[in-house]
């Protein structure tokens, strides 16, 4: 599985910016897609999962009520859809997808990842 992650870019505190991550054309059935973030300096971050088996999903603390991810119906495209986005959310974000039938916390635990996309909030 080879994932494309895009969207990210520059942003005034409080706006908004939609990240997408793509497959390769590979339907992503029976995955879990996550998105991470990392700053230079610090561990990677999970941020959002989405299960496509249910849609169900995870959110960190730092992002809950802020962030909402989603997947298209072909199941090829995940989306995080970021709003009122804060200086802090400032981060290299990445996909990763495994075979899962249930969303998985650790980044570890994920096989396939894409580039990173560059998120910078600031005034």
């Known amino acids: 599985v080879q994932l494309q992650a895009s969207g990210g870019g520059l942003v005034q505190p409080g706006g908004s910016l939609r990240l997408s991550c793509a497959s390769d054309g590979l339907t992503l059935a029976y995955y879990a897609i996550g998105w991470f973030r990392q700053v230079p300096g610090k561990e990677r971050e999970g941020v959002s999962c989405?299960?496509?088996?249910?849609?169900?999903?995870y959110y960190s603390d730092s992002v809950k009520g802020r962030f909402t991810i989603s997947i298209d119906a072909a199941k090829t495209t995940v989306y995080l859809e970021m709003t009122n986005l804060k200086p802090e959310d400032t981060a290299v974000y990445y996909c990763a997808a495994e075979e899962s039938i249930w969303c998985i916390a650790e980044a570890t635990d994920f096989g396939y990842w894409g580039r990173g996309t560059l998120v910078t909030v600031s005034s």
């Open positions: 989405i299960s496509s088996r249910d849609g169900s999903s």
